[in-house]
């Protein structure tokens, strides 16, 4: 859908100022040297150069765009396999007596132990859905603004 809302909408905009941007710069071009006898060659070929790499960019953004997403999932990905090989902790050595040390405090301190772990849960499960929120937001937002990516080019 995003691709083809880039395909069929934005990349006809984005070519319509390129030809506005190239044609200026086309007019520029030849009004500096004031009359045709002291154009040069080069100079057209640079601009029929510049104009034919400025048509491959804005025609091929989506694929660009997608190569440079693909990239940067790649490398999160990777980023995510090496915290998780590194922070992988070992419960039962950590807690090795937990349980009688439970046993040994009284009412007051475990009903502040209970109540701190309660809203420990309660926050760490509404910081879950803003982050869910926000992960989602981001996602679209990157999809949007990918599908308008032939106009910057």
Request: aromatic residues 10%.
């Amino acid at each position: 859908m995003i691709e083809n809302l880039s395909n069929s909408i934005m990349v006809p905009i984005a070519g319509v100022i390129l030809a506005i941007v190239m044609t200026v710069d086309l007019i520029q071009m030849i009004a500096d040297k004031n009359n045709l006898h002291d154009v040069d060659t080069w100079m057209i070929f640079k601009w029929v150069f510049k104009s034919a790499a400025a048509i491959l960019i804005v025609t091929n953004t989506w694929n660009i765009v997608m190569g440079v997403f693909d990239m940067a999932q790649s490398v999160v990905a990777q980023a995510a396999g090496i915290i998780n090989s590194d922070a992988s902790i070992d419960i039962s050595s950590v807690m090795t007596d937990l349980e009688p040390r439970l046993m040994e405090m009284d009412l007051g301190p475990l009903f502040g132990l209970w109540f701190q772990s309660l809203f420990i849960g309660i926050t760490m499960w509404a910081l879950y859905i803003c982050i869910f929120i926000v992960i989602y937001g981001r996602m679209i937002e990157i999809y949007l603004v990918t599908s308008v990516a032939p106009i910057p080019m």
